[in-house]
């Protein structure tokens, strides 16, 4: 007998089905036992009578979240006991047979609701069952479905999907790389990419002019708010393209995907407002602005770009560091100045961001495409000469040889859709999300590794041992203290 889903059933009254899933609740009305089955489609009522002695005794042992199989005839239900809230609440199993596939503990905290009443690191460390929770996986079926609408238009687009590597060197955007040690050399490190920004561009030197990757992104940064150590990306990259070009299709992508997938949000302004940088700090002393009419409408989406960044500023040493990008163009009319190293606090780089409710969705820009230029950047910023050839040689032989004028932008997945499900924060929309330090309190980790695993990549520990390295430790007590508070 195959399985039916539960939301199947409606269509099936009359039918005897079979239907696997977790037992929501339980409870008696007289002799009469009512079970709600919930599988990934829905929750079904199921109605078990004590004639059937043998059914019955084991439908009495069942608990919640027990996972269960059940066999039985699907009847309307009589006109008083329909549910309107539920899409089988005309309907009902009369139980035949019950057969027990796992017996499920106490949970820790309960899965109804939304949850954010609830200890968030709890939330964490038992995030397979949180997943359990209708909002959370709604978010991750929203989340899927934004990916594939955007993999589908940009197909359409001509767009093809390419992996880029994820054991690689350390490419600048701002923050810091994590590092893996090799074996095979030791002393050695891969850098995990903090973007695929190098070799997206090294794909337009390889002649694939329109490039795109779902890509998983990782940036050591300090404990900040609302982020994580590894985030997911919209990555793309365009050869012969000009700013206008990137602007528009993923203004289009954008208003789009709305359209389709969220019909209910309303966008504000189409075409997105422009706002140059200097204008967007002294009108709104930020670069990221909110410009929603009406801050209380949850529908509301004002997204405008941000453009015109200045290409450097100060270091605190008094040298010269990029602000947004190492790799973008500055404006046509500052590539002489670029070239002659001159006026560099005013050269505005090609660059643009877009924002939606104040918040950053995505970083872009137009890239040199010459060694010049490139060169010229690294050379502004104080590396020596050596360093840029050791570090971004690569990049310098690949505009060498023919390399088109390009550019691209990569909006955050996590951030797109945590608006747009009007999350408070990206950790509700990512299955497996890591505290705001980095920890992952369910698998533990980071921790620590044996000792033999340290001699094979020649590594020793020099730091002595602190709380925070003892993360299982740490996280027990957490824990129980949260336990016993329960
Ligand atoms: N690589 C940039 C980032 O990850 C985005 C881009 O310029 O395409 O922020």
Redesign the pocket.
Same mark, same amino acid.
């Given at each position: 007998m195959p399985r039916f889903l539960v939301s199947q059933t409606a269509k099936h009254i009359g039918e005897r089905v079979r239907i696997q899933g977790w037992v929501n609740t339980r409870r008696a009305h007289g002799k009469i036992l009512f079970i709600d089955l919930r599988d990934g489609s829905g929750i079904l009522q199921v109605v078990f009578a004590p004639l059937n002695k043998e059914v019955y005794d084991l439908a009495e042992q069942l608990r919640p979240e027990w996972v269960v199989e059940i066999v039985g005839q699907i009847v309307k239900r009589p006109e008083k006991m329909v549910n309107p809230k539920i899409e089988t609440g005309m309907v009902e199993m009369s139980a035949e047979s019950l057969k027990v596939l796992a017996k499920a503990e106490t949970l820790p905290f309960s899965i109804d609701g939304d949850g954010m009443d609830i200890n968030e690191e709890i939330r964490m460390e038992y995030r397979y069952l949180d997943l359990r929770r209708e909002r959370l996986k709604n978010n991750l079926i929203v989340r899927h479905k934004v990916i594939k609408f955007i993999r589908d238009f940009l197909d359409k687009e001509d767009f093809i999907e390419i992996e880029t590597p994820m054991l690689t060197k350390s490419t600048p955007?701002g923050s810091r790389d994590f590092l893996v040690p090799s074996r095979l050399e030791k002393g050695k490190f891969y850098a995990l990419p %903090?973007?695929? %920004?190098q070799y997206?561009q090294l794909l337009m030197a390889g002649g694939l002019e329109k490039y795109f990757q779902i890509a998983r992104?990782f940036r050591d940064e300090d404990s900040r708010g609302d982020r994580q150590s590894e985030h997911t %990306?919209l990555?793309?990259?365009i050869s012969f393209v000009e700013r206008e070009d990137v602007l528009e299709l993923t203004e289009r992508l954008f208003i789009k995907l709305v359209e389709v997938l969220f019909p209910s949000k309303k966008i504000q302004d189409i075409p997105f407002p422009r706002i140059p940088y200097g204008e967007a700090i002294k009108k709104y002393n930020s670069d990221k602005p909110d410009l929603k009419k009406d801050k209380n409408d949850p529908n509301l989406l004002a997204f405008c770009w941000v453009i015109d960044f200045p290409f450097f500023e100060k270091t605190p040493e008094g040298g010269w560091t990029f602000v947004?990008?190492p790799?973008?163009a500055p404006k046509p009319e500052f590539i002489k100045d670029l070239l002659n190293k001159k006026n560099i606090e005013k050269i505005v780089a090609n %660059?643009y961001d877009i924002v939606l409710n104040g918040q950053e969705l995505?970083?872009?820009?137009i890239r040199n495409h010459t060694p010049e230029t490139l060169k010229a950047v690294f050379e502004i910023m104080g590396y020596k000469k050596e360093e840029i050839k050791e570090k971004f040689g690569h990049m310098l032989d690949a505009f060498s040889f023919g390399t088109p004028p390009h550019g691209?932008?990569?909006p955050g997945i996590d951030r797109i859709v945590s608006i747009l499900q009007n999350e408070p924060n990206i950790r509700e929309v990512i299955a497996f999300p890591k505290t705001g330090d980095g920890r992952d309190f369910m698998m533990h980790a980071p921790s620590e590794v044996s000792k033999k695993q340290l001699e094979e990549l020649g590594i020793k520990i020099s730091v002595p041992k602190t709380s925070k390295t003892n993360i299982t430790e740490k996280a027990k007590i957490i824990k129980k203290k949260k336990i016993a508070k329960k």
């Amino acid at each position: 007998m195959p399985r039916f889903l539960v939301s199947q059933t409606a269509k099936h009254i009359g039918e005897r089905v079979r239907i696997q899933g977790w037992v929501n609740t339980r409870r008696a009305h007289g002799k009469i036992l009512f079970i709600d089955l919930r599988d990934g489609s829905g929750i079904l009522q199921v109605v078990f009578a004590p004639l059937n002695k043998e059914v019955y005794d084991l439908a009495e042992q069942l608990r919640p979240e027990w996972v269960v199989e059940i066999v039985g005839q699907i009847v309307k239900r009589p006109e008083k006991m329909v549910n309107p809230k539920i899409e089988t609440g005309m309907v009902e199993m009369s139980a035949e047979s019950l057969k027990v596939l796992a017996k499920a503990e106490t949970l820790p905290f309960s899965i109804d609701g939304d949850g954010m009443d609830i200890n968030e690191e709890i939330r964490m460390e038992y995030r397979y069952l949180d997943l359990r929770r209708e909002r959370l996986k709604n978010n991750l079926i929203v989340r899927h479905k934004v990916i594939k609408f955007i993999r589908d238009f940009l197909d359409k687009e001509d767009f093809i999907e390419i992996e880029t590597p994820m054991l690689t060197k350390s490419t600048p955007e701002g923050s810091r790389d994590f590092l893996v040690p090799s074996r095979l050399e030791k002393g050695k490190f891969y850098a995990l990419p %903090q973007s695929p %920004q190098q070799y997206k561009q090294l794909l337009m030197a390889g002649g694939l002019e329109k490039y795109f990757q779902i890509a998983r992104c990782f940036r050591d940064e300090d404990s900040r708010g609302d982020r994580q150590s590894e985030h997911t %990306q919209l990555d793309l990259e365009i050869s012969f393209v000009e700013r206008e070009d990137v602007l528009e299709l993923t203004e289009r992508l954008f208003i789009k995907l709305v359209e389709v997938l969220f019909p209910s949000k309303k966008i504000q302004d189409i075409p997105f407002p422009r706002i140059p940088y200097g204008e967007a700090i002294k009108k709104y002393n930020s670069d990221k602005p909110d410009l929603k009419k009406d801050k209380n409408d949850p529908n509301l989406l004002a997204f405008c770009w941000v453009i015109d960044f200045p290409f450097f500023e100060k270091t605190p040493e008094g040298g010269w560091t990029f602000v947004h990008n190492p790799f973008s163009a500055p404006k046509p009319e500052f590539i002489k100045d670029l070239l002659n190293k001159k006026n560099i606090e005013k050269i505005v780089a090609n %660059q643009y961001d877009i924002v939606l409710n104040g918040q950053e969705l995505a970083s872009g820009g137009i890239r040199n495409h010459t060694p010049e230029t490139l060169k010229a950047v690294f050379e502004i910023m104080g590396y020596k000469k050596e360093e840029i050839k050791e570090k971004f040689g690569h990049m310098l032989d690949a505009f060498s040889f023919g390399t088109p004028p390009h550019g691209g932008i990569a909006p955050g997945i996590d951030r797109i859709v945590s608006i747009l499900q009007n999350e408070p924060n990206i950790r509700e929309v990512i299955a497996f999300p890591k505290t705001g330090d980095g920890r992952d309190f369910m698998m533990h980790a980071p921790s620590e590794v044996s000792k033999k695993q340290l001699e094979e990549l020649g590594i020793k520990i020099s730091v002595p041992k602190t709380s925070k390295t003892n993360i299982t430790e740490k996280a027990k007590i957490i824990k129980k203290k949260k336990i016993a508070k329960k």
